[in-house]
């Protein structure tokens, strides 16, 4: 049994198999899409070839060591791997805070 088990205030609890689809479904069908922003340029990150300039700006270099599925950066002076999906149309929410997480104060995701 997986899922997430939702209280209510009346006391009944309910098991949501696909609490994703659920939330979509009581949004009216859509979820908010994110973008990932530079904040010293105010830039909203539309390809990789925008983020790997940043990126190099800020002292991360590709990585071609690693998985050919994969677009991946790394810096000399830290262990972190910043690994994306080769098609930027994958590129989501999840790979977007992993950057933010890995260069503070540069970096923000906001809801378009």
């Known amino acids: 049994m997986s899922g997430v088990w ?3 205030n009346n006391g009944v609890i309910r098991l ?3 609490p994703a ?5 009581r949004n009216g069908g859509g979820s908010r899409r994110k ?7 105010g ?12 990126l190099k700006e800020q002292g991360w270099e590709r990585y071609y060591g ?3 599925d994969l677009f991946q950066f ?3 002076s ?5 690994s994306l999906p080769r098609d930027f149309s994958k590129f989501n929410s999840v790979y977007m805070y992993d950057i933010v997480i890995k260069n503070p104060n540069m970096f923000h995701v906001r809801d378009i």
């Open 78 to 82: 830290s262990i972190d791997l910043i």
């Open 66 to 68: 690693g998985d050919p």
């Open 16 to 18: 949501v198999e696909n």
């Open 43 to 54: 830039q909203v990150v539309t390809s990789y070839s925008s983020l790997e300039q940043i």
């Open 74 to 76: 790394h810096k000399h």
């Open 21 to 25: 689809a659920e939330s979509s479904a």
């Open 6 to 8: 939702v209280f209510k």
């Open 35 to 41: 973008v990932l922003v530079h904040l010293p340029s």
